[in-house]
């Protein structure tokens, strides 16, 4: 298993040019199945899970080509997927547990082909994470769902016919679910309590493209006019605000001063009203935004919500950077009940937080220091990252492939603006 190294101490200079989305790339991917017309999807990042997409969409029977994406700065690739028929309506277990998002072809699958067996999901590191508000939606719009054998069984002999539902929870994946689903579904769907977040908006502008009329795009009630019949579309993914945000953190962390190629601020407000109130400088540039700190750090209190609130994807990274500031720092997780896994590695390396129920009280000390340190989940893994980039000595991250899900070439970025780091194979 792969390891990385990081030597800290070294400022970050020079420039990052941010990736596509991982969390819209994925249900933009998924969206391909409603047709039998190609989509063209632009920027999309090489990550293990894409890849793991790829493999679930080709056993259902999805053409996929990749070509090398076009802009010089980005390694972005284009893919064009083409789902004219749909060869399989199972989902495996053996896919659906390496990747929750899989999930997100029970809709498609239900409103194309009036049936889909779709293994449960599982728990995993970061919560229970249940799939009952995809099953409540599916089934208000005409579903009939079992579960059986440790998969969901789905049937809409009929076809799915438009409804209006309304979300006891804002759930981004359920969202995309119905979302999907609407769109070939008969009649008018109204999602209300819907969520929000860029990489929703994203993915109903694609629909749009594809011919799908929805309206309320970016509020939190989404109507739907289910189509008969699907474009050809070409779209571009949105750029990824949870690594914009992680590379924000690691140049602040360092005092570093880097341009974030393509970074958004506006995707990110609440993320970057917290940075600033910690003594992050951040200023738009001609091609996104550069990061530097003006003095030292200053704990502040963060709590996770759904968009526009502040990201729980950039929870653990915001954790390790109140890990050096000034004071103290009271950091709620309010989106999912065990996403602290990272505080006894940053533990490890000195950092001084305690836990109590869904909060954590991180009290800034003066140094940290490397050490052998555990992967959890993908934004607890990036978290480490940046917390050794200011700890004095080495430090090794361990089960690296849970970076390899979400964050793109993250040591050959950080390598270019002058961190010490490096990949050690196997
Ligand atoms: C998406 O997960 C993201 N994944 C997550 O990113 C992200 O942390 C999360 O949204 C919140 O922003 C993808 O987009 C692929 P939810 P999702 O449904 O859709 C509860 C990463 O690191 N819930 O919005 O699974 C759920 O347990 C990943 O890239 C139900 O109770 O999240 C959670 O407490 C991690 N029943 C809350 O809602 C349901 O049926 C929000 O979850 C569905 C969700």
Redesign the pocket.
Known sequence: MDRIRIRGGRQLKGEITVSGA??AA??LMVASMLSDKPLTLKNVPRLADISTMIQLLQQHGVEIQAAPGENGHSHGTTLTLCGSKITSTVAPYDIVRKM??SVLVLGVLLAREGEARVSLPGGCA??????????AGLRAMGAEIDIDGGYMVARAPKGLKGARYTFP??????T?NLMMAAALAKGTTVLANA?R?P?IIDLAECLAKMGVPITGIGTETLTIEGAQQLKAATHTVVPDR?ETGTYAMAVAMTAGDVELVGGRLDLMEAAAQTLRAAGVVMEKTNRGFRVTRANGLHGVDVMTE??PGF???LQAQMMALMTRAEGASMITET???SRFMHVPELARMGANVVVHGESALVRGVPKLRGADVMAT???ASVSLAIAALAAEGDTTLHRVYHLDR?FERLEEKLAACGADIERLKG
């Open positions: 991982k969390n994925l249900p929750r998002a970061i919560g229970a994470r249940p799939v009952d508000l995809h099953i929870k804002v759930s981004v994946g359920a995309e969520a977040e990489e949870i759904p968009y990201p729980t994807d989106i999912f009940e989940d993908l934004r979400g």
